[in-house]
């Protein structure tokens, strides 16, 4: 009883700032993007090729994948042509097609906001237009809602290591510049590790994250929303790229809460390690309910005293919170150091512990990370069972 009056007061008090801080508007509450893809009716009736095609949202990845293998480059590229944005998101089709394909979707939705006068028309083109400067490699593409894209910095086609990002809330379109920064960070200091695997690092923005400090960052459910998404996106790469390991998954802020969603349906297959930062839980309580191949490689990031993700109680009570915190040592975990990061968002900086960490981690380089506590023993500890 003492324990739920407890439980009961800290939920009261994450109602409390909550309300204080963002307030509990319906505007600031997020419709989750689901549903088929923008195209999906003309693409069901296509019949160029003499039979229907695969459908893009029931139809598993490898039987995507294997489905183009069957096509000629010329006809590939007629889909990608009369359907961009289907090709553009179809998890197991080719990663070149689906950059050819995105590219063509961008520089149509591009012309279309030309069209209009509006300021949010404005700021999406110019959006578009820098991802369609020479050298970006968009992997997914969705306009609807805030707009929803994944990145590839790398190359896929002969990168032995892989890593994928998942950001957390206040992500979308027009504020992807800060994902894409630690994408970036984090390959470049894979390079730097281990240059002869060229690594790639894909930053996966294909989910509706929240926005600010709301019901929707307080609850799971756009998380639930996403995690499908990314299970499939997962699949999708198991499909088409042919890495030395399965990727290692990197989630930050609330994308640990959808990782931690997907966790529980992971396979050894999808990925190699999984990795936290600046978590405000991830809706698991310990790290035994993560599946047993992925268990002994869950990583969490120690948090740094300015972070202020280190006020959230780690409670989940009637839907509100995210539970345990994936750093704390009860959770079993294997905890990271982060020294050198400052704030929320600076675990992906170069010069930290954490990046280094991370890449590490990413390249398979286990012996060299710096778990926190520092003690000798407690780094053994750490680092114990892993090859």
């Not at 995507?64 to 293998?69: E, N, P, S, V, W």
């Not at 307080?218 to 997962?234: D, K, N, S, V």
């Not at 390690?273 to 992925?294: C, F, I, N, Y």
Request: positive net charge.
């Amino acid at each position: 009883m003492k324990r739920l009056r407890r439980r009961l007061v800290v939920c009261a008090l994450v109602l409390a700032t909550i309300a204080g801080t963002a307030g509990w508007a319906a505007g600031d509450v997020q419709t989750a993007v689901t549903g088929p893809p923008p195209g999906t009716a003309a693409w069901a009736a296509d019949r160029t090729l003499g039979s229907r095609l695969p459908d893009p949202q029931s139809t598993p990845p490898a039987r995507i994948a294997r489905f183009f293998t069957t096509l000629t480059p010329a006809r590939r590229t007629t889909l990608a042509a009369h359907h961009p944005l289907i090709v553009g998101d179809l998890d197991g089709a080719p990663p070149e097609l689906r950059y050819e394909a995105n590219a063509r979707a961008l520089t149509i939705e591009r012309a279309r906001e030309l069209t209009s006068a509006t300021a949010r028309s404005r700021a999406r083109a110019a959006a578009y237009a820098e991802l369609l400067a020479p050298g970006r490699q968009i992997l997914a593409f969705d306009p609807r809602g805030r707009g929803q894209l994944a990145e590839v910095y790398g190359d896929l086609r002969t990168a032995r290591r892989i890593a994928v990002l998942v950001p957390g809330s206040d992500t979308d379109l027009a504020s992807y510049d800060a994902a894409a920064r630690m994408a970036r960070n984090l390959r470049a200091e894979m390079t730097r590790l281990a240059p002869a695997d060229h690594p790639a690092v894909i930053a996966w923005v294909g989910y509706t994250t929240p926005v600010g400090v709301g019901w929707d960052a307080a609850t799971g459910h756009l998380a639930e929303e996403g995690a499908p998404r990314l299970l499939r996106f997962l699949d999708g790469l198991a499909a088409t790229t042919r890495p030395a390991t399965p990727p290692a998954l990197f989630c930050h802020s609330y994308g640990s809460v959808l990782c931690g969603i997907a966790a529980q349906r992971l396979t050894d297959r999808q990925v190699s390690d999984l990795v936290v930062a600046a978590s405000p839980g991830m809706r698991l309580a310990h790290a035994g309910q993560v599946p047993v191949g992925a268990r002994s490689h869950l990583w969490a990031t120690a948090r740094n005293t300015t972070d202020w993700i280190r006020w959230v109680p780690p409670v989940e009570l009637f839907g509100l919170g995210h539970g345990a915190d994936p750093a704390d040592p009860d959770f079993g975990a294997r905890v990271v150091s982060s020294t050198g990061a400052k704030g929320h968002t600076g675990y992906f900086d170069p010069g930290t512990a954490s990046l280094r960490n991370y890449a590490d981690i990413a390249v398979g380089a286990y012996a060299s990370i710096t778990c926190a506590p520092t003690t000798t023993s407690d780094q053994e500890n750490c680092r114990h069972g892993l090859t």
